[in-house]
């Protein structure tokens, strides 16, 4: 019998990154408005997807300059590398899920040799002296949120991928994108907000805090015991 593919489907900013890119970029260029336009959001008077073009727009930051800046600002949490090296040694792929921009998420991946993993986020494209537009490929009209992405719904499509035969594991730090896309995968490794409301509604769940050190040990025993398997 052959077993399911594994995918381990993780957020970025917070997760897999040390930091919050965006926030930390658009501080520095925003400064005192930066503050406005979070508390915005954060009082639900602005979507996520309202707020993060809003703010990027208002930076004045060009294509070139979100790339230079996110190469200077992220820090892959330490422990991915060893975790990834995990989920490729039962075959298994890794793949961002994130709400943020490609174009600041890519050039963070790459600075750590990370060329190869699959990104489904929201993408900016540019041309010479015109504005920002914002690419949602992964926002369908049946999503309940205006998250910029449905991480359940890329969940979806890797699962059609597969026809099925597939074993998620998703990776998140909070938001009500990451609570719903935890609901819909197999298996869930949390840290920040993502931790409270999976306790507060009684959801199992693998919880790191500072590294990927923290649990690495524990998803090999998970995905050892899942495969049937052992492996030195």
Known sequence: MISNKIILAIDFDDTLSKNNVAREILRKYLQNDYQNILNKYLD?????REYQELCFLSSGLNLSEII?????????RDGFLELLDLIHSFNGEVVIVSAGLQNYIKPVLQKSGLNDLEIFSVNIEQSKDSKIIFEYLYSPETCKGDWAICKCYVLQILRKRYNNNVHIIFAGDGSASDYCAS?????IIATGRLVKMLDSNGYDYIKFDESFYEINKIVKELLISYRGKNID
């Open 44 to 48: 639900g008077h602005l979507s996520f």
């Open 68 to 76: 230079e800046e996110s190469k200077n600002t992220g820090i892959i």
């Open 183 to 187: 609901l819909t995968a197999d298996h």
